[in-house]
């Protein structure tokens, strides 16, 4: 079975632009994490859901930053201008209820 | 609040010998999961074991075993006659378990640097 596909893999743009990252559960998955990885700050939540609705968004850093599930096997995390500070590597993970959870790849966002 | 606290930043060892990276968690709550999760140097996040706050058993999976003890709110992980492919980041996490259908968030520890030299 395919896991957690996330794309793209490495993404640079410049500071100001738009950039979308894009999550695709694995099969039968019904929930759906969003993680942003630092080194000062480690792994951080920034958004999850239960059946395609938002539980959880406190960690969303500020309103530049946006997580949509338009179906249940599909997210988006837009960021939008995009900034410096938001360099990091984002992780998307699902899991069944409330089994382990299981992470993409992940995307390494660069802005410059 | 949950908490979790890996309390080694960085850990070298030489190869085949045991290793024991240490987890120490915090939470108001009766009922829980324990992870433990691997990042190799490729980047990506493994899951390697999840446990219920209500089974203290300890567990062994080949050379991975892991200790759970409820009355000092540690789970440790023993990596037994260490391989240099054990080298990698290791994260111990914490869920709330909840009666509501529907997964609760994962909390890290700032995980722990495991060096396994030849």
């Known amino acids: 079975d395919a896991g957690v596909i996330q794309s793209p893999r490495h993404e640079v743009t410049e500071m100001g632009q738009e950039v979308t990252l894009r999550c695709k559960l694995i099969s039968g998955h019904n929930s759906l994490f969003w993680y942003r990885q630092t080194m000062m700050r480690g792994l951080e939540l920034l958004i999850y859901?239960?059946?395609?609705?938002?539980?959880?968004d406190s960690g969303m850093p500020e309103d530049r930053f946006s997580a949509k599930m338009p179906n249940a096997s599909f997210s988006t995390l837009k960021i939008q201008p995009s900034e410096p500070r938001d360099s990091a590597v984002y992780f998307c993970?699902?899991?069944?209820?409330?089994?382990?959870?299981?992470f993409g790849q992940g995307t390494r966002l660069t802005v410059v | 609040a949950q908490k979790v606290t890996q309390a080694q930043t960085e850990i070298s060892v030489v190869e085949k010998e045991d290793v024991t990276l240490d987890c120490v968690y915090e939470?108001?709550?009766?009922?829980?999961?324990l992870f433990w999760y691997k990042q190799p140097p490729s980047g990506e996040l493994v899951f390697l074991i999840r446990r219920n706050s209500f089974d203290e058993q300890n567990e062994i999976s080949g050379r991975y075993s892991w200790n759970f003890q409820k009355s000092t709110s540690s789970f440790n992980f023993t990596i037994t006659a260490s391989q240099v492919v054990d080298s990698a980041v290791y994260f111990c996490?914490?869920?709330?378990?909840?009666?509501?259908?529907?997964?609760?968030?994962?909390?890290f520890g700032q995980g722990t640097r495991l060096t396994i030299n030849p």
């Open positions: 993970a699902s899991s069944l209820l409330q089994g382990a959870a299981f």
């Open positions: 939470t108001r709550d009766t009922t829980y999961y």
């Open positions: 859901f239960n059946n395609n609705v938002p539980i959880d």
């Open positions: 996490a914490l869920s709330e378990a909840r009666r509501i259908q529907g997964a609760q968030k994962l909390v």
